[in-house]
Protein backbone atom coordinates (compact mmCIF):
# COMPACT_ATOMS: atom_id res chain seq x y z
CA UNK A 1 0.00 0.00 0.00
CA UNK A 2 1.28 3.12 -1.08
CA UNK A 3 2.07 5.71 1.95
CA UNK A 4 1.81 9.67 1.20
CA UNK A 5 0.37 11.81 -0.90
CA UNK A 6 -0.43 10.68 -4.47
CA UNK A 7 0.18 13.96 -7.18
CA UNK A 8 -1.80 13.93 -10.18
CA UNK A 9 -1.15 16.30 -13.13
CA UNK A 10 -3.58 16.35 -16.15
CA UNK A 11 -7.22 15.87 -15.24
CA UNK A 12 -8.67 15.56 -18.32
CA UNK A 13 -11.07 12.52 -19.27
CA UNK A 14 -8.15 9.57 -18.44
CA UNK A 15 -7.12 11.37 -15.94
CA UNK A 16 -9.88 12.09 -14.28
CA UNK A 17 -11.25 8.41 -14.51
CA UNK A 18 -8.11 7.37 -12.84
CA UNK A 19 -8.53 9.93 -10.19
CA UNK A 20 -12.37 8.46 -9.79
CA UNK A 21 -10.96 5.44 -9.14
CA UNK A 22 -8.55 6.14 -6.43
CA UNK A 23 -10.40 9.26 -4.47
CA UNK A 24 -11.05 7.99 -1.23
CA UNK A 25 -8.54 5.67 -0.92
CA UNK A 26 -5.44 7.35 -0.31
CA UNK A 27 -4.63 10.82 -0.32
CA UNK A 28 -4.89 13.04 -3.93
CA UNK A 29 -3.28 16.57 -4.98
CA UNK A 30 -4.14 17.13 -8.46
CA UNK A 31 -3.67 19.85 -11.03
CA UNK A 32 -4.74 20.78 -14.77
CA UNK A 33 -3.74 23.58 -16.34
CA UNK A 34 -7.42 24.29 -17.75
CA UNK A 35 -9.28 25.25 -14.62
CA UNK A 36 -12.48 24.52 -15.82
CA UNK A 37 -11.20 20.90 -15.05
CA UNK A 38 -11.67 21.80 -11.22
CA UNK A 39 -15.45 21.32 -11.19
CA UNK A 40 -15.14 18.12 -13.18
CA UNK A 41 -13.23 16.93 -10.32
CA UNK A 42 -15.24 18.79 -7.68
CA UNK A 43 -16.96 15.45 -6.27
CA UNK A 44 -13.53 13.78 -5.86
CA UNK A 45 -11.49 13.52 -2.55
CA UNK A 46 -9.06 15.51 -3.97
CA UNK A 47 -7.11 18.50 -3.04
CA UNK A 48 -6.81 20.92 -6.31
CA UNK A 49 -3.54 22.23 -6.64
CA UNK A 50 -2.22 26.00 -7.98
CA UNK A 51 0.53 24.45 -9.93
CA UNK A 52 2.05 21.61 -11.36
CA UNK A 53 5.19 22.64 -9.01
CA UNK A 54 2.71 22.64 -6.05
CA UNK A 55 1.88 19.17 -6.88
CA UNK A 56 5.44 18.23 -7.35
CA UNK A 57 6.40 19.91 -4.03
CA UNK A 58 3.71 18.09 -1.51
CA UNK A 59 3.39 15.01 -3.49
CA UNK A 60 5.51 11.90 -2.68
CA UNK A 61 4.38 10.36 -6.07
CA UNK A 62 3.14 12.15 -9.07
CA UNK A 63 1.21 10.56 -11.86
CA UNK A 64 1.08 12.25 -15.18
CA UNK A 65 -1.77 12.03 -17.74
CA UNK A 66 -1.16 14.32 -20.46
CA UNK A 67 -2.10 14.79 -24.02
CA UNK A 68 0.80 15.57 -25.33
CA UNK A 69 4.66 14.32 -25.29
CA UNK A 70 5.85 18.48 -25.42
CA UNK A 71 3.45 18.69 -22.45
CA UNK A 72 4.83 15.95 -20.45
CA UNK A 73 8.56 17.47 -21.07
CA UNK A 74 7.44 20.67 -19.77
CA UNK A 75 5.72 19.23 -16.57
CA UNK A 76 8.52 17.18 -15.84
CA UNK A 77 11.04 20.18 -16.19
CA UNK A 78 8.87 21.99 -13.42
CA UNK A 79 8.76 19.07 -11.23
CA UNK A 80 12.52 19.06 -10.82
CA UNK A 81 13.09 22.31 -10.89
CA UNK A 82 11.35 23.23 -7.61
CA UNK A 83 13.12 23.01 -4.08
CA UNK A 84 11.62 19.95 -3.30
CA UNK A 85 10.71 17.14 -5.77
CA UNK A 86 8.65 13.84 -5.73
CA UNK A 87 10.54 10.75 -5.42
CA UNK A 88 8.27 9.30 -8.03
CA UNK A 89 6.98 10.02 -11.27
CA UNK A 90 4.45 8.04 -12.95
CA UNK A 91 4.26 8.54 -16.58
CA UNK A 92 0.48 7.53 -18.20
CA UNK A 93 0.42 9.52 -21.08
CA UNK A 94 0.79 8.28 -24.62
CA UNK A 95 4.50 9.63 -25.44
CA UNK A 96 7.16 7.78 -27.57
CA UNK A 97 10.45 5.67 -26.43
CA UNK A 98 12.48 8.33 -27.38
CA UNK A 99 10.48 10.77 -24.77
CA UNK A 100 10.50 8.52 -21.76
CA UNK A 101 13.77 7.81 -22.03
CA UNK A 102 14.10 11.81 -21.87
CA UNK A 103 12.04 12.42 -19.21
CA UNK A 104 13.75 8.90 -17.27
CA UNK A 105 17.25 10.57 -17.76
CA UNK A 106 16.38 13.53 -16.90
CA UNK A 107 14.23 12.12 -13.20
CA UNK A 108 17.69 10.01 -12.87
CA UNK A 109 20.01 13.16 -12.73
CA UNK A 110 17.41 14.81 -9.97
CA UNK A 111 17.27 11.53 -7.98
CA UNK A 112 13.63 11.02 -8.90
CA UNK A 113 12.53 7.41 -9.85
CA UNK A 114 10.09 7.12 -13.33
CA UNK A 115 8.77 4.78 -14.78
CA UNK A 116 6.33 5.02 -18.16
CA UNK A 117 3.20 3.16 -17.41
CA UNK A 118 1.22 3.33 -20.56
CA UNK A 119 -2.38 1.88 -20.64
CA UNK A 120 -4.50 -0.08 -22.05
CA UNK A 121 -7.86 0.27 -21.75
CA UNK A 122 -11.06 2.62 -21.76
CA UNK A 123 -12.31 5.67 -19.54
CA UNK A 124 -14.54 2.92 -18.22
CA UNK A 125 -12.14 0.42 -16.91
CA UNK A 126 -10.05 3.10 -15.78
CA UNK A 127 -12.86 4.51 -13.58
CA UNK A 128 -13.34 1.42 -12.43
CA UNK A 129 -9.37 0.28 -11.68
CA UNK A 130 -9.06 -2.41 -14.17
CA UNK A 131 -6.47 -1.44 -17.03
CA UNK A 132 -3.77 -2.82 -18.20
CA UNK A 133 -0.68 -0.70 -18.06
CA UNK A 134 2.41 -1.55 -20.12
CA UNK A 135 5.39 -0.52 -17.94
CA UNK A 136 9.04 0.67 -18.41
CA UNK A 137 11.30 1.19 -15.92
CA UNK A 138 14.07 -0.44 -13.75
CA UNK A 139 13.30 -2.78 -11.18
CA UNK A 140 13.38 -0.76 -8.00
CA UNK A 141 11.99 2.32 -9.75
CA UNK A 142 9.06 -0.55 -11.06
CA UNK A 143 8.62 -1.88 -7.45
CA UNK A 144 7.74 1.96 -6.26
CA UNK A 145 5.47 2.29 -8.61
CA UNK A 146 3.59 -0.80 -8.12
CA UNK A 147 1.42 0.22 -5.32
CA UNK A 148 -0.11 2.79 -7.21
CA UNK A 149 -0.69 0.90 -10.39
CA UNK A 150 -1.93 -2.30 -8.41
CA UNK A 151 -5.11 0.26 -7.12
CA UNK A 152 -5.74 1.08 -10.90
CA UNK A 153 -4.90 -2.25 -12.83
CA UNK A 154 -6.17 -5.60 -13.52
CA UNK A 155 -3.14 -6.52 -15.45
CA UNK A 156 0.85 -5.48 -14.98
CA UNK A 157 2.85 -6.05 -17.86
CA UNK A 158 6.31 -4.90 -16.98
CA UNK A 159 8.26 -4.74 -20.38
CA UNK A 160 12.06 -3.54 -19.69
CA UNK A 161 14.05 -0.74 -19.20
CA UNK A 162 12.21 3.01 -19.41
CA UNK A 163 10.50 3.10 -22.72
CA UNK A 164 9.47 -0.29 -23.12
CA UNK A 165 6.04 0.76 -21.76
CA UNK A 166 5.49 3.58 -24.51
CA UNK A 167 7.14 1.52 -26.94
CA UNK A 168 4.54 -1.26 -26.65
CA UNK A 169 1.43 1.23 -26.61
CA UNK A 170 2.52 3.04 -29.67
CA UNK A 171 2.83 -0.75 -31.58
CA UNK A 172 -0.21 -1.71 -30.53
CA UNK A 173 -2.21 1.65 -31.40
CA UNK A 174 -0.68 1.38 -34.88
CA UNK A 175 -1.68 -2.06 -35.28
CA UNK A 176 -5.36 -0.99 -33.88
CA UNK A 177 -5.27 2.37 -36.13
CA UNK A 178 -4.02 0.37 -39.68
CA UNK A 179 -6.29 -2.34 -38.87
CA UNK A 180 -9.72 -0.11 -38.14
CA UNK A 181 -8.49 1.31 -42.11
CA UNK A 182 -8.91 -2.39 -43.09
CA UNK A 183 -11.90 -3.00 -41.67
CA UNK A 184 -13.39 0.26 -43.27
CA UNK A 185 -11.99 -0.95 -46.84
CA UNK A 186 -13.07 -4.75 -46.20
CA UNK A 187 -16.94 -3.20 -44.96
CA UNK A 188 -17.16 -1.20 -48.34
CA UNK A 189 -16.19 -4.24 -50.65
CA UNK A 190 -19.02 -6.14 -48.86
CA UNK A 191 -21.03 -3.51 -49.09
CA UNK A 192 -20.54 -3.16 -52.72
CA UNK A 193 -21.09 -7.02 -53.14
CA UNK A 194 -24.42 -7.38 -51.27
CA UNK A 195 -22.63 -8.93 -48.00
CA UNK A 196 -24.33 -8.06 -44.74
CA UNK A 197 -22.11 -6.11 -42.61
CA UNK A 198 -23.13 -8.72 -39.41
CA UNK A 199 -22.57 -11.55 -41.54
CA UNK A 200 -18.45 -9.82 -42.60
CA UNK A 201 -18.36 -9.45 -38.63
CA UNK A 202 -19.23 -12.94 -38.35
CA UNK A 203 -16.86 -14.24 -40.46
CA UNK A 204 -14.08 -12.18 -39.56
CA UNK A 205 -14.10 -12.57 -35.83
CA UNK A 206 -14.31 -16.43 -36.39
CA UNK A 207 -10.95 -18.15 -35.38
CA UNK A 208 -10.00 -18.61 -38.66
CA UNK A 209 -10.53 -15.05 -39.22
CA UNK A 210 -7.90 -11.88 -38.16
CA UNK A 211 -7.28 -13.94 -35.32
CA UNK A 212 -5.98 -15.95 -36.93
CA UNK A 213 -2.70 -14.53 -38.48
CA UNK A 214 -1.78 -13.58 -35.08
CA UNK A 215 -1.92 -16.29 -33.23
CA UNK A 216 -1.10 -19.45 -36.06
CA UNK A 217 1.55 -16.89 -38.56
CA UNK A 218 2.81 -14.59 -36.08
CA UNK A 219 3.18 -16.57 -32.48
CA UNK A 220 3.37 -20.43 -34.27
CA UNK A 221 5.53 -19.38 -37.13
CA UNK A 222 7.50 -16.46 -37.41
CA UNK A 223 8.23 -16.77 -33.61
CA UNK A 224 9.97 -20.03 -34.47
CA UNK A 225 11.39 -19.13 -38.06
CA UNK A 226 8.97 -22.16 -39.25
CA UNK A 227 8.09 -21.30 -43.07
CA UNK A 228 7.96 -24.12 -44.43
CA UNK A 229 4.00 -25.55 -45.75
CA UNK A 230 0.75 -23.64 -45.22
CA UNK A 231 0.00 -20.95 -47.09
CA UNK A 232 2.03 -20.08 -49.89
CA UNK A 233 3.81 -16.68 -50.60
CA UNK A 234 2.87 -17.29 -54.11
CA UNK A 235 -1.00 -18.14 -53.27
CA UNK A 236 -1.92 -15.63 -50.82
CA UNK A 237 -0.11 -12.98 -53.45
CA UNK A 238 -3.05 -14.33 -55.64
CA UNK A 239 -5.68 -13.67 -53.48
CA UNK A 240 -4.76 -10.22 -52.69
CA UNK A 241 -4.34 -9.46 -56.40
CA UNK A 242 -8.07 -10.56 -56.44
CA UNK A 243 -8.85 -8.27 -53.30
CA UNK A 244 -7.08 -5.31 -55.56
CA UNK A 245 -9.08 -6.19 -58.81
CA UNK A 246 -12.22 -6.60 -57.19
CA UNK A 247 -12.07 -3.55 -55.71
CA UNK A 248 -10.86 -1.68 -58.79
CA UNK A 249 -14.19 -3.66 -60.37
CA UNK A 250 -16.52 -1.59 -57.71
CA UNK A 251 -14.86 1.40 -57.33
CA UNK A 252 -13.56 1.02 -54.27
CA UNK A 253 -10.70 3.13 -53.42
CA UNK A 254 -8.34 0.98 -51.28
CA UNK A 255 -5.01 2.33 -49.15
CA UNK A 256 -4.41 -0.13 -46.30
CA UNK A 257 -4.86 -3.51 -48.51
CA UNK A 258 -2.98 -1.35 -51.81
CA UNK A 259 0.02 -0.94 -49.10
CA UNK A 260 -0.08 -4.17 -47.82
CA UNK A 261 0.40 -6.15 -51.40
CA UNK A 262 3.56 -4.82 -52.21
CA UNK A 263 5.87 -7.04 -50.03
CA UNK A 264 3.67 -9.95 -51.66
CA UNK A 265 5.30 -8.92 -55.40
CA UNK A 266 8.98 -8.30 -53.36
CA UNK A 267 8.97 -11.83 -51.44
CA UNK A 268 7.55 -13.56 -55.09
CA UNK A 269 10.48 -11.88 -56.75
CA UNK A 270 12.97 -12.83 -54.09
CA UNK A 271 12.00 -16.34 -55.04
CA UNK A 272 10.19 -17.04 -51.74
CA UNK A 273 7.15 -17.97 -53.30
CA UNK A 274 6.73 -21.59 -52.09
CA UNK A 275 7.45 -20.56 -48.19
CA UNK A 276 4.23 -19.69 -45.93
CA UNK A 277 3.41 -16.33 -46.47
CA UNK A 278 4.02 -15.60 -43.02
CA UNK A 279 7.77 -15.64 -44.36
CA UNK A 280 7.14 -12.05 -46.02
CA UNK A 281 8.75 -11.25 -41.95
CA UNK A 282 12.00 -12.56 -43.42
CA UNK A 283 11.94 -8.77 -45.27
CA UNK A 284 11.61 -7.04 -42.45
CA UNK A 285 14.45 -8.96 -40.85
CA UNK A 286 16.71 -8.00 -43.57
CA UNK A 287 15.47 -4.42 -44.11
CA UNK A 288 15.48 -3.92 -40.20
CA UNK A 289 18.68 -6.11 -38.96
CA UNK A 290 16.80 -7.89 -36.59
CA UNK A 291 15.85 -11.76 -35.72
CA UNK A 292 11.83 -12.09 -35.08
CA UNK A 293 12.52 -15.75 -33.64
CA UNK A 294 12.65 -16.64 -29.83
CA UNK A 295 13.61 -20.02 -28.92
Sequence with gaps: MMNGTL??????NAGS?????????????????NPERRAAVGKLDLVW?????????????????????????????????????PAMVIETSTITPKVARELGEACKAAGVAFVDAAIGGGVQSMAAGKVTFL??????????????????????????????GSGAKIVNNGVMHALMVVLIEAGA??????IPMKTLVEVLGRPDGIRRPLE????????????????????????????????Q???????????????????????????????LAKLWEE???????EK
Design 287 to 293: WCDLDFT
Design 135 to 164: VGGDDAAFAKAKPVLDMLAETIHHLGPVGA
Design 189 to 194: MAKKLG
Design 249 to 279: DYGVPLFAMLAAHTPYEIAQQKGMGDLDYAS
Design 17 to 33: ALASALSGRLPLMGYDA
Design 216 to 247: HRFRERMLDGNYDGGMSVMNARKDSTLALQTA
Design 7 to 12: GMIGLG
Design 49 to 85: AASAGEVGAKADTVLLSLPKPEISKAVVAELLAGGKR
